[in-house]
């Protein structure tokens, strides 16, 4: 079974700086995707950035940006430019990709502080 | 983009009455929808994957007669929590599929509180 590792389970950031936050996973699989979601306070989940494992290139999405090594099973998100509205809890996930649609695999979450 | 809406926001039941969660697509089509649960300060935790007009998947240790699962539409699915007690006390978070774009879209949740 797969699953998803997140080792920090509480990070602080001041604002403008740059923070990141592990992933690392668990699967005998080799096509798959890996996201990073955010949940505010208001608990509604956000998709922060999405890697297929078949691309070689990093995910980019503005400040967000991710280190994917597949050989060394290890995702981790690069928040650059903190804003205070980036605090929130960051979830790691996992899903396989294959016939039908796959269900998640989440990571127990890391807590992002942001200081002003 | 693409709309996951959760009804009730927040509902306070007593012990051993059953409450009903909809989780409606707006603007999109979903053959699948997805029901996690949160318990605070944790990760959501995948409780079943109901798919348009079938029978739900339940996660092994959910029970599925007392978390019934229905799908009877493409932008509709309901969770009904049956004789709830308060260690059903949690929050409940839906997601939906969009069927033409294969992603996964996640509803704003519903705080079940048990008294």
């Known amino acids: 079974a797969q699953t998803v590792t997140q080792s920090q389970p509480e990070m602080s950031v001041q604002e403008a700086e740059t923070v990141t936050l592990s992933c690392t996973y668990d699967?005998?699989?080799?096509?798959?995707?890996l996201f990073w979601y955010k949940q505010p306070p208001s608990r509604q989940m956000i998709l922060v950035i999405r890697?297929?494992?078949?691309?070689?290139q990093n995910a980019t999405e503005n400040r967000f940006s991710v280190n994917f090594q597949k050989a060394a099973k290890s995702f981790s998100l690069k928040i650059s430019d903190s804003q205070l509205g980036d605090a929130a809890m960051y979830f790691c996930?996992?899903?396989?990709?294959?016939?039908?649609?796959?269900?998640?695999?989440f990571g127990t979450g890391t807590r992002l502080l942001v200081s002003p | 983009g693409a709309v996951v809406s959760q009804h009730p926001s927040r509902v306070i039941c007593k012990s051993g009455t059953s409450v009903k969660i909809e989780c409606r697509s707006l603007?999109?089509?979903?053959?699948?929808m997805f029901w996690y649960r949160q318990f605070p300060k944790q990760s959501l935790m995948l409780m079943a994957t109901?798919?348009?007009?079938?029978?739900?998947?339940?996660e092994q240790g959910v029970e599925k007669d007392k978390f019934l699962i229905n799908h009877a539409s493409l932008t509709l699915s309901t969770l009904t929590v049956t004789s709830a007690h308060p260690e059903d006390s949690s929050f409940y978070i839906c997601?939906?599929?969009?069927?033409?774009?294969?992603?996964?879209?996640f509803g704003p949740g519903t705080r079940l509180t048990v008294t």
């Open positions: 997601s939906a599929r969009d069927s033409d774009l294969y992603e996964q879209y």
């Open positions: 603007d999109f089509q979903a053959t699948t």
């Open positions: 109901s798919n348009e007009g079938s029978k739900a998947t339940y």
């Open positions: 996930a996992y899903r396989r990709r294959g016939k039908g649609f796959q269900k998640l695999v």
């Open positions: 890697q297929e494992a078949y691309k070689q």
């Open positions: 699967t005998s699989e080799s096509d798959y995707y």
